[in-house]
């Protein structure tokens, strides 16, 4: 059984351990009021849970391992249940509200109080489309009525997602703000790393981020500062056609593909800038906030982006970078130029980057705040349940 003093927590994400996901194992890991502990139903390899503190409904790669199958259509963990109630967990914390849904069931029959968290499009992708999306997308829509009543708290990365949540009938009362942080000291500016005349982007290749539109602006870019050269981080399924349409307008593009967080970290050091200019998308998806801006501005690069979605709640508009209207590929190249060109400017965009990650995304400060929302959960469930 589990010590008394020790709250214990339970965090489930479908597919554990994914590149771009690193924020997950973060904060459980920066938990200091509670003991996290990991449950999957696939296992990826970005990065890796504490073993003892970790369970896995099915394995590498196993979306049609027997186990796994069974949790997906009635919701049961069989034989793990009997571990997972000894660890008398205080709640299930859920990453994206399609995978609150799986593990809605096994929440409700065994009376553990549920805290989802939404991150962005799992909340903003309107109900026509995910309709006509893959599985998980469809259960989302069909059960989201009773997610929002039985969810004990519906965490929103940003306002702009608890307000489009709200406006889909989850309670007011419930949906709190809480912005992911960043480990300000890990990511410290390095005076000893020389800042190149690099554009950087870092995301998936998809049109969701709008790597279509910066290309098209560095070919202005490029025009005006010839030594400026674009570093894309990432892969997806644009990656040809990108690649194609840099070789047409740019002189200088490098597309690195897929690297660890460590390595991604390197380079927003060296950078002068990162740009990641995020569009609404048909369905209804957009930037939910963006933490890679937060990690950009945390080693004090400044960042150009658009006014969409949750990303002018963390870069400041005229103090921590720029952000344009979506799709407007010349004011784009404009505010890149005027990052790029003038030293002085760029010391000032920057330091203030770096401050107001401090004071408003410190990890230690943010995992503090989530750790009182837990004990709100928790303590109104309790109440409830008498």
């Not at 006509?132 to 059960?143: E, G, I, L, M, T």
Request: charged share 25%.
């Amino acid at each position: 059984m589990a010590t008394p003093s020790v709250k214990n927590v339970l965090i489930f994400r479908h597919d554990l351990g994914a590149l771009t996901e690193g924020y997950v194992l973060a904060q459980g890991e920066g938990l200091e009021q509670h003991r996290a502990y990991y449950l999957g139903v696939r296992r990826l390899t970005g990065w890796a849970s504490p073993p003892s503190r970790t369970f896995m409904i099915g394995g590498s790669n196993s979306r049609y391992d027997a186990r796994a199958l069974a949790f997906k259509l009635t919701g049961s963990l069989g034989l793990m249940t009997r571990r997972l109630r000894a660890l008398e967990p205080r709640l299930i914390h859920a990453h994206f509200g399609q995978d609150a849904v799986q593990i809605l069931r096994w929440s409700r029959r065994h009376h553990v109080p549920l805290v989802i968290t939404f991150h962005g499009s799992d909340a903003l992708i309107t109900d026509d489309y995910a309709r006509r999306s893959n599985p998980s997308h469809r259960a989302y829509v069909r059960h989201k009525h009773v997610l929002a009543g039985h969810a004990a708290r519906v965490i929103a990365v940003s306002r702009f997602v608890r307000d489009r949540l709200i406006a889909q009938g989850y309670p007011a009362d419930r949906c709190v703000v809480h912005y992911i942080g960043v480990d300000v000291d890990e990511l410290a500016p390095d005076p000893a790393v020389p800042r190149e005349p690099i554009v950087l982007f870092v995301g998936r290749l998809v049109p969701s981020k709008g790597a279509r539109d910066l290309i098209s602006a560095m070919h202005e870019v490029q025009q005006q500062l010839p030594r400026a050269r674009l570093v894309i981080i990432g892969d997806g399924p644009l990656r040809e056609e990108l690649q194609a349409q840099a070789r047409r307008e740019l002189r200088a593009c490098e597309f690195l593909g897929a690297l660890p967080h460590a390595r991604v970290i390197e380079w927003m050091k060296r950078a002068t800038v990162v740009s990641v200019p995020s569009v609404v998308q048909p369905d209804g998806s957009s930037e939910g906030l963006g933490l890679v801006f937060a990690e950009a501005q945390a080693v004090g690069t400044p960042v150009v982006s658009c006014f969409t979605g949750g990303i002018p709640e963390v870069v400041e508009d005229g103090e921590t970078g720029y952000l344009v209207r979506p799709g407007d590929a010349g004011a784009l190249a404009s505010r890149l130029v005027d990052v790029l060109g003038s030293r002085g400017h760029w010391d000032a965009l920057s330091a203030a980057a770096r401050k107001r990650m401090c004071t408003q995304f410190d990890q230690r400060r943010q995992t503090r705040l989530l750790e009182a929302i837990y004990d709100d959960a928790a303590r109104e469930s309790a109440i409830a349940t008498k």
